[in-house]
């Protein structure tokens, strides 16, 4: 939740500079041209820039923090553990051989929505897939992990993060990523009589 706030904070923070900023030094200007005083011109313009650049800055957190909320509260549906982080994790256990697991995780894959490729690892400790862009994110990199536990035991972690690191928001596209991943394992597993345990998010 921290990480979260501290994310709209810096969103408000690049709106006041870059927008503030923009009209303060406008504004100098103008004022320079029309009326020729310098620290006249550099109080109004200073003034402006902040009224301007913190009212667009606190308008547009406020617009895309309400729409990327509503995005996060109703793909949760009541699981609300992991939902404030960008990038999310699934760590499940499951029991068969490595072969079996593999294909089970590829197949779940293979539900995420707007999936462009999946790519396996050659010395088959992983594999990763990736995602198209889209009004909701720039485009994710999942990545997932095989982890031997005891003989035919396996820890499987499965991880998905945007492509870029400056991000603020994603309107919960990790999320259902991951959800989407291990909601289909979940039905996998069951079909193939496979134990399944989810042992965090």
Known sequence: ???????????????????????GLLTFIALIVLKSDQFTAIDVSIRTALVI??????????????????MRLTIAQGRYEEIWELEQTRIVELDGSLKEIRQLCRESLLVMPNLKSVAEESHQTGMTASTGN??????????????????????????????????????AKNYENVESWLKRLK????????TLKLTQG
């Open 1 to 23: 939740m921290a990480r979260y706030l501290a994310r709209i904070i810096r969103a408000v923070v690049v709106s006041v500079l870059g927008v503030g900023g923009g009209v």
């Open 53 to 70: 650049g913190l009212s667009f800055g606190c308008f547009m957190a406020l617009v895309l923090l309400l729409t990327d909320l509503t």
């Open 134 to 171: 889209s009004w909701r994110s720039p485009g994710e990199q999942v990545a997932i992990t095989f982890e031997q536990l005891a003989e035919n035991k396996w820890k499987v972690r499965c991880v998905s993060r945007c492509t870029q690191k400056d991000i603020a928001y994603d309107y």
């Open 187 to 194: 039905n996998l597993a069951d079909q193939h009589q496979k």
